[in-house]
């Protein structure tokens, strides 16, 4: 990463954007300002295309998958010509800022701050049905071995959702966690979630068991 000086805050108008860097199908978001500071520079190998994305995943077979929150959209990325090929309407979610997904059965799972997952076809872009979630959702999990999609909600809540097959899914419960604790990372091979909060100014990190 490159660093520059920022000019007085008065002088300046920071526009903050995202770039999808991609290392053969593996994507990874990063914020650079473009009148600031931090411009990007990528590694050797690494290809990156300018978007307006909340979160990434890949497919494992050359596609990259894109939210956009803003626009309730989700882009279909070519990896290798890094060309958007589908941008396809998430309606009746709007504005999805999590997403998480299931490779064999190709299926996106859309975490939308209008309190609902939407399940979408990742070949067709169809929204396949919706499951109500907390407030505030801001990460989507899922454990391809119990089949449950976790969405973490900074009302303090995860939503926990199975997935009977492919096209059908059950509300299971929603865990109670602590407010503002939204971040999280799932392990899949402890089936442990990981949740990142601030309490009284003290950074915590909550781990959650199945």
Known sequence: MVERALPNREERKTRLLQY?????TEPRLNTVTI????????????????????????????????NVED??????????????????PTAPCASPSS?????????LFLGCRSKVMAVMNADTGQVITTL????????????????????????????VIHQDSPDKYSPVEDVKTLPKA???ALDP?????????????QFEVLVVGQ
Request: charged share 25%; aromatic share 6%; net charge neutral.
């Open 189 to 201: 091979k402890t089936h442990r979630l990981f949740l990142s909060t601030a309490e009284a100014g």
């Open 132 to 159: 109500p979630i907390g407030d505030h959702v801001d990460a989507t999990a899922f454990d391809p071995e119990s089949r449950l999609i976790f969405n973490s909600n900074g009302e303090g809540t995860i939503t």
């Open 35 to 66: 009148d600031g500071v931090l411009v990007p520079a990528p590694e050797d190998n690494v290809r990156q295309v300018k978007l307006g994305p909340e979160f990434a995943v890949a497919d494992g077979s050359g596609y990259v998958y894109d």
């Open 71 to 88: 626009a309730s959209l989700v882009l279909k990325i070519n990896a290798r010509s890094l060309k958007v090929e589908e941008r396809w």
């Open 99 to 107: 997403m998480a997904m299931d490779r064999p059965n190709r299926r």
């Open 20 to 24: 999808v860097q991609i290392r053969g």
């Open 182 to 184: 939204k971040t999280m």
